[in-house]
């Protein structure tokens, strides 16, 4: 079954304390990206990668990082976490990258992330 | 900067009622437009895009939206809701030569049976 996995599906923490959170399709994708929903705010891109090895800043990276080592993995990283990181967060895969044509972007099931 | 303004927040309707919901981006250029629909506990899902054509695009379960260019919106309809339509949904805005998309902050629909 095409799919994109998140894990863990939930995870409480405490400031400061640095944690993973993978993503993983099944699709062959190029395009993967990250985003986190708020309430009220909707979802905000963080990063996103357009292939192996190139990724880029989305409207909020601060505080995360990424890696594309390989084309189904996209882990992010929370170096020090802390409490304004409580969220919902969505891994998402398309085929192709943006521009005319852009494929449907593929979202996983979300990791709800409290940092206390 | 690109940004997505949905107005309604939060919309009550009882089955067989139409819809309307309001879609506003802020982007010169050309762009790729999408909705999504996020069912209670559910994963994001796509329901209709557009990306040139034909400015009526027609999606899954009814659901059909209208791009004016000259408006820059991009508002979802359906004719008649149903119970199974109570969802939260986002409009969605990827500029054409990017790969950053935009969401809209989502309008959270229940339908009353």
């Known amino acids: 079954e095409a799919q994109v996995t998140q894990n863990p599906r939930y995870l409480i923490t405490v400031t400061g304390k640095k944690l993973t959170v993978t993503c993983s399709q099944n699709m062959n994708h190029e395009y993967m990206s990250w985003y986190r929903q708020d309430p009220g705010l909707g979802l905000r891109q963080i990063y996103y990668s357009m292939n192996v090895e190139v990724t880029d800043k989305g409207d909020v990276p601060e505080g995360y990082k990424v890696s594309r080592k390989e084309k189904r993995n996209f882990p992010l990283i929370l170096e020090s976490p802390s409490p304004n990181q409580t969220s919902l967060y969505f891994c998402?895969?398309?085929?192709?990258?943006?521009?005319?044509?852009?494929?449907?972007?593929?979202f996983g099931p979300g990791t709800r992330l409290t940092v206390l | 900067a690109q940004s997505v303004s949905q107005h309604n927040h939060h919309v009550i309707l009882s089955e067989a009622a139409s819809l309307e919901l309001g879609c506003n981006y802020s982007?010169?250029?050309?762009?790729?437009l999408f909705w999504y629909v996020q069912y209670p506990g559910q994963h994001l899902q796509l329901l209709l895009k557009y990306f040139s054509g034909d400015p009526l695009v027609k999606g899954i379960k009814g659901f059909e939206a209208e791009f004016i260019k000259s408006k820059f919106s991009f508002n979802l309809r359906k004719p008649s809701v149903q119970w199974s339509d109570t969802a939260e949904y986002f409009c969605a805005v990827n500029a054409h030569g990017t790969y950053k998309y935009i969401f809209g902050t989502g309008t959270r629909l229940k339908v009353l049976a």
């Open positions: 998402a895969s398309s085929l192709s990258p943006g521009g005319a044509g852009t494929d449907t972007q593929y």
């Open positions: 982007y010169g250029g050309t762009v790729n």
